[in-house]
């Protein structure tokens, strides 16, 4: 079956510009994760959504940052007034269950590499 | 100190070689995932555990809860094994990654 998918597969904007990034999970996973790599860095959580629970928001680096989940299933990842750290692979997973302790196997989408000018 | 550590931070091998990849960490931990990303940056979830030992062909993983301390090994490793392999940890409702380790193996 199909699995996670992204998209764009890359974006290249302006500083301060908004943009969006999409997350199409495995159709009937309930669990969500945005994550970020920056270049030579490890991966870092963002947010993490389960059914229609709350989202753990924990992990976004600024309030220019915001994600949400639509019907259950695609997300949207919107960065605004975009900076040059903000650079960088911005990864999707989702899993079948997820619980507040991660602790299902997660499937990667292949990213989106977001370049700030 | 990061709350999960890898070790070794690269690891060059030869075809064949039995690997071992290190991963310790400082906090209370729910599960532990062992992944892959490939020079393309596709990232795959190869393990993930909470107690014990789990195997997968020719990976296989380990973890020691008192220790605090996990490890995969590739046994008769292949070029086609190279990539990066990270450990990330659960805890609470956190997800912490370590900053994995790049395995090279040469034919």
């Known amino acids: 079956g199909a699995g996670v998918s992204q998209s764009p597969s890359n974006k290249v904007t302006e500083k301060g510009k908004d943009v969006e990034l999409r997350c199409d999970p495995i159709?009937?996973?309930?669990?969500l994760y945005w994550y970020r790599q920056s270049l030579g860095q490890g991966l870092e959580f963002l947010i993490y959504?389960?059914?229609?629970?709350?989202?753990?928001k924990s992990g976004l680096p600024s309030d220019r940052f915001s994600a949400e989940r639509t019907g259950g299933s695609v997300s949207t990842l919107t960065i605004q007034r975009t900076q040059q750290e903000d650079s960088a692979v911005y990864l999707c997973?989702?899993?079948?269950?997820?619980?507040?302790?991660?602790?299902?196997?997660?499937?990667f989408g292949p990213g989106t590499r977001l370049t700030v000018l | 100190k990061n709350e999960v550590e890898q070790s070794p931070q690269n690891l060059t091998a030869q075809e064949g070689e039995f690997i071992t990849i290190n991963c310790s960490y400082s906090?209370?931990?729910?599960?532990l995932h062992w992944l892959q990303q490939h020079p393309g940056g596709g990232i795959v979830s190869l393990f993930m555990?909470?107690?014990g030992k789990k195997k997968h062909g020719r990976l296989i993983a380990t973890i020691n809860i008192q220790e605090k301390h996990s490890s995969l090994h590739i046994t008769a490793s292949h070029p086609r094994d190279s990539a990066v392999y990270i450990c990330?940890?659960?805890?609470?409702?956190?997800?912490?990654f370590g900053e994995g380790t790049q395995l090279t193996v040469n034919p």
């Open positions: 997973a989702s899993s079948r269950q997820g619980g507040a302790f991660y602790t299902d196997t997660q499937y």
């Open positions: 159709s009937g996973h309930t669990a």
């Open positions: 959504f389960q059914g229609n629970s709350a989202p753990d």
């Open positions: 906090v209370g931990i729910s599960a």
């Open positions: 555990l909470s107690s």
């Open positions: 990330a940890c659960t805890s609470g409702s956190r997800l912490t």
